[in-house]
C-alpha cells in the first residue's frame, strides 16, 4: 500500500485527475451520471402545470372581458361623492383672520428666495440696496410691482445711497396672491409702514407687465410710466378675511 505524499489520504499527487476521468471515456457510467444531473431551477416544466397556467390565464381573461367597465372611472365613483373625514375627527375649518397679518404671515415664505441678496433684516449689501427705509418698496405700488416681476438695470438712488446692480425677473411662480403677499410683506417690514396690496391690485400689475414687453426696467422708465399706486380698492389690513377665499367676513358677533 503506497503511502500519501501529503495529509490528504484520499488523493496521491501521482495521480492526474483530468487523465484519470478522461480514461473512463465518454460512455462510462460516472459521466452519464454526471451529465444527467441539472442544477436547481433548470428542471424542465411538466406539461400539466403548464396546461394548469394556461387555464388560469384563460380564466381570468374571461373574467375580465365580462366585467365591460370594472375599470371605468364613471362605473367605481359615485356622482357628487365626497370624501368622508377621517374616523375620529372632523374637518378643521380655519378661522377668519386680519388681511395685514394673513398677507404678512404668507409673504414672508414667499421672501426666502430673495434673502440670498436682501438679507434677512432687509439690509441688502455688497452693492445691493436695501428693501428697509426704502422709498421705492413703500412708494407707488406700481414701481415696485414691476421691479419685482422685470428686473431693474442702471443705477438707482435709495435712501440717498447710490446703487448701480442688475436684478434679475422675480416674476417665475408668482400669480396674483403671491405678488399680493410679498409686496405687502416688504412694505411692512423691518419698519418700513404702507398699504396693503390686494390681489385685485396685483392682477394688474401682471398685466402692465405682460404689455411692457418683459424686459428689465430703469429708474428712467419707472419714473415715466410707472410712477403712480396700482388700481384698486384699499384694504384695511384688521379686515378679517377668509384665508381661503381672501374674502373679507363679517366680524364674529361679541357674546
Avoid at 196 to 210: C, G, H, K, N, Y
Avoid at 229 to 254: I, K, N, Q, R
Wanted: hydrophobic content about 40%.
Amino acid at each position: 500500500m503506497a503511502t500519501p505524499s501529503s495529509n490528504r489520504p484520499d488523493l496521491d499527487d501521482s495521480i492526474n485527475v483530468h487523465e484519470a476521468h478522461a480514461s473512463l471515456g465518454d460512455d462510462s457510467v460516472a459521466v452519464g451520471r454526471e451529465k444527467s444531473i441539472r442544477e436547481n431551477g433548470m428542471e424542465p416544466v411538466g406539461l400539466w402545470m403548464m396546461l394548469a397556467c394556461a387555464g388560469v390565464l384563460l380564466a381570468g381573461g374571461a373574467v375580465l372581458g365580462k366585467g365591460g367597465g370594472m375599470f371605468a372611472y364613471d362605473e367605481l365613483v359615485q356622482e357628487d361623492y365626497m370624501r368622508a373625514p377621517a374616523p375620529g375627527g372632523e374637518e378643521v375649518i380655519l378661522p377668519p383672520a386680519p388681511a395685514g397679518q394673513m398677507f404678512a404671515k404668507e409673504g414672508a415664505k414667499i421672501y426666502g428666495k430673495c434673502i440670498g441678496c436682501h438679507g434677512a433684516d432687509g439690509g441688502g449689501g455688497n452693492g445691493i440696496p436695501p428693501l428697509a427705509g426704502s422709498e421705492w418698496v413703500t412708494g407707488n405700488t406700481d414701481q415696485l410691482s414691476q421691479i419685482i416681476l422685470n428686473g431693474l438695470k442702471g443705477p438707482i438712488s435709495v435712501a440717498g445711497v447710490e446703487y448701480n446692480n442688475n436684478m434679475p425677473a422675480m416674476r417665475d411662480g408668482l400669480g396674483p396672491k403671491e405678488l399680493a403677499y410679498i409686496m405687502t410683506y416688504i412694505r411692512n417690514e423691518w419698519g418700513n409702514s404702507a398699504s396693503i396690496v390686494t390681489p385685485e391690485m396685483a392682477s394688474a400689475a401682471l398685466a402692465i407687465a405682460d404689455t411692457g414687453g418683459n424686459g428689465q426696467v430703469d429708474v428712467a422708465k419707472l419714473k415715466a410710466s410707472h410712477d403712480k399706486m396700482l388700481p384698486g380698492e384699499p384694504l384695511d389690513p384688521e379686515t378679517l378675511l377668509d384665508p381661503e377665499t381672501l374674502e373679507p367676513v363679517d366680524a364674529p358677533a361679541s357674546e
